[in-house]
């Protein structure tokens, strides 16, 4: 960002916003599409001014211009901190070409590791959503329509408890349980079902189960208050119709659904394709997931451009997955947040 | 649904399953805490002993982790909860126009992957503070601040949004009409039927900026919190010291929630109470007004 261009921006963008929002009171109350007192009238100049300034400031510092700076960064060169803002600092692609190509300049060979990684993260994120839906769907839909009140609070109880446990230590709970000398390879030996301890966490096993593990929660409790708005005596009518039981689901249980199970499956995606705890800790030595290939971008080559541009990738893929969920689902984003 | 015996016993092991697979790796943790091996081992138990605790204790980095967890768990709180309420409230007022248009912008952090918004905040406070001079700002915690309070705000937004929408109308314009100001109106009815979904959003916000890593890795900078020493000490490798920081989480957590519900129950009970009296006084009012008429 060059100095004063990026100063204009940083303060000029709310200043343009906040006359926009000026403007459009002004011209519906000259219309007469709005009456009633205005904002400030309404909550008076104490509270009106902190609910501009709060908002504002999360709006623009913390939501929107980070983001902003991000891309912006990812299409400019890396210079040291003098050039900056110079003759060389101009929009580039060649942090995009880096990814694609592996080199700055050339295009003669593809990027192969990284675009591996890159397909490798999306499929088995994709996959885990798919996996983590089918395991869970059962138990929200027990605890939504058919569990007892007592029965509920303990199921939730347990169900709460391994949510805070950070995402660290879930993926450590893994290593406990599936390194070589851990207890499913003794329990395996000892049974004889094997000679010698199978390498799960080398093979990636481990680091899909603690990925399915770390998220599984995210999809049980949309799925449950979706499940849970569902009026009884639609599954009922139903099953007096005639219809079985996993017509009852695919047609009456899942349409209702719907919003949680969408809101369910973008939340696992996202997180599985942007998880770093798990990878860290779980990933065999040959295996490339996407993240942690941008961490190293960042602290290990200090590239930070080509960081920024890594990660605006990741972004759009997960853009991209909400509005193709959405779009299948055919819903607005305001039904899938709720 | 239809539960024939044979459904019946597949269900049963299906929830065993699941929650075998849900709580089996805490558990087994959890013992490998108490073992006295120098790698977590759960079987077989060669000794029990509380040394991993002690040596958990006696780690520096981990306490000073710790403690800059809860300072900025803290800050987080006193931030995006004021965020979070002002948010809530805009949604309520803003032109239905471009209602939709703010609501995408600002539940957008919640699907954002937490990296990203980890990564942004250092790349733009970074810019910001040093075109205007400001470098002081460029602060670790600061910034780790910051960078949770995105997508935390919006989760408090999400909560209180969700009680607002129940908020009745004609409470706030009876006090209006008994000549309360606006001002007196936040102050006096809205901020008190809101105060359940304040202290939720705030619990929420609190252990969210506690066990998060994703985040706080990029934004962190040269500080540590608990997570970040956590992440290092696991990646030299395993040590049943580990374990038993998962053990005090855990039983901090059954001890909250079970703090918590009990703290429901008695706010439910209250309330019940409450409605209750309301109604007798309603009742006695009503049969003291119809008697003289009666006599």
């Known amino acids: 960002m060059g100095a004063t261009g990026g100063l204009t921006l940083v303060f000029g963008l709310p200043l343009a916003v906040a006359l926009f929002f000026f403007g459009l009171a002004a011209y519906e109350r000259r219309m007469g599409l709005a009456n009633g007192p205005g904002f400030f009238q309404r909550n008076g100049l104490a509270v009106g001014l902190y ?35 110079g003759p060389k600092d101009v929009f580039t692609l060649e942090n995009y070409r880096y990814f694609l190509f592996g080199s700055t300049t050339s295009t003669s060979s593809w990027n192969w590791i990284h675009i591996k990684a890159f397909l490798l993260t999306i499929g088995v994120s994709i996959a885990i959503t798919l996996f983590n839906f089918a395991l869970c769907y059962p138990i929200a839909f ?26 660290i230590l879930r993926a450590f709970a893994f290593r406990v349980l599936l390194s070589s000398g851990g207890i499913i390879n003794k329990l395996l030996l000892g049974a004889g079902v094997i000679g010698e301890p199978i390498d799960f966490l080398g093979a990636d096993v481990g680091l899909y189960m603690g990925l399915s593990y770390a998220y599984l929660l995210m999809m049980v409790f949309p799925l449950y208050s979706a499940i849970e708005s569902l009026d009884k005596n639609q599954i009922e009518a139903a099953r007096d119709l005639g219809a079985p039981w996993w017509h009852i689901h695919l047609f009456v249980v899942m349409p209702h659904a719907k919003p949680g199970i969408a809101s369910g ?28 290939i941008v961490y190293d971008r960042f602290y290990q080559a200090f590239n930070w451009p080509q960081g920024a541009a890594y990660a605006f990738i990741l972004l759009v893929t997960c853009v991209v997955f909400v509005l193709l969920v959405l779009k299948m689902f055919r819903l607005s984003l305001g039904e899938i947040t709720r | 649904m239809t539960s024939g015996p044979l459904q019946r016993i597949l269900f049963a092991v299906y929830i065993a399953v699941f929650f075998l697979y849900l709580l089996g ?7 490998s805490a108490f073992n006295t091996p120098q790698y977590p081992q759960v079987w077989p138990i060669e000794g029990l002993t509380l040394d991993w605790f002690s040596q958990l204790f006696a ?38 126009r ?5 609501y995408l912008v600002v539940v957008s952090p ?11 905040t250092v790349v733009f406070w970074r810019e910001f503070t040093t075109l205007t001079g400001t470098k002081f700002l460029y602060d670790g915690i600061i910034l780790t601040v910051i960078g949770q309070s995105s997508f935390i705000s919006a989760y408090c937004m999400l909560i209180i949004l969700a009680r607002l929408q129940r908020f009745d109308q004609a409470q706030q314009e009876a006090a209006l009409d008994l000549g309360a100001s606006y001002p007196q109106v936040f102050r006096h009815i809205l901020l008190p039927f809101l105060q359940p979904a304040l202290f939720s959003a705030a619990v929420l916000a609190f252990l969210s900026s506690f066990e998060n890593y994703n985040t706080t890795t990029f934004a962190i900078l040269s500080e540590k919190t608990l997570t970040t020493v956590l992440a290092g000490r696991v990646r030299q490798g395993s040590t049943p010291a580990i374990s038993a920081l998962a053990v005090i989480i855990v039983g901090v957590t059954i001890v909250g929630a079970i703090a918590y519900e009990l703290w429901k129950r008695r706010a439910d009970a209250a309330a019940e109470r ?3 009296a309301a109604q007798a006084a309603e009742e006695s009012e009503l049969s003291g007004a119809a008697a003289p008429m009666a006599a």
């Open chain 1, 51 to 85: 609910l501009v300034l709060a908002v504002g400031f999360w709006v623009f510092f913390v939501i929107v211009l980070p983001q902003f700076s991000m891309v912006d960064m990812s299409f400019r060169p890396k210079l040291p901190p003098s050039q900056m803002g």
């Open chain 1, 142 to 167: 027990h605890m939504a329509q058919s569990a007892g009140a007592a029965r509920l609070r303990i199921l939730l109880l347990l169900l709460i408890i391994p949510y805070w446990v950070n995402e």
């Open chain 1, 265 to 292: 499956c973008t939340l696992v995606f996202m997180l599985c394709a942007g998880a770093l705890a798990a990878p860290l800790v779980l990933a065999g030595p040959r295996t490339l997931w996407f993240t942690p």
């Open chain 2, 25 to 31: 790796p805490l558990m087994v943790m959890g013992v």
């Open chain 2, 59 to 96: 780690d520096q980095d981990m306490m000073y982790g710790l403690r800059t967890s809860l300072w900025i768990g803290v800050l987080v709180v006193a931030i995006s909860v004021p965020i979070g309420l002002a948010g809530a409230i805009v949604m309520t007022q803003i032109q239905p």
């Open chain 2, 98 to 102: 471009v209602r939709s248009a703010y």
């Open chain 2, 110 to 120: 919640v699907l954002t992957p937490g990296i990203i918004i980890g990564i942004s």
């Open chain 2, 274 to 276: 409450r409605l209750r």
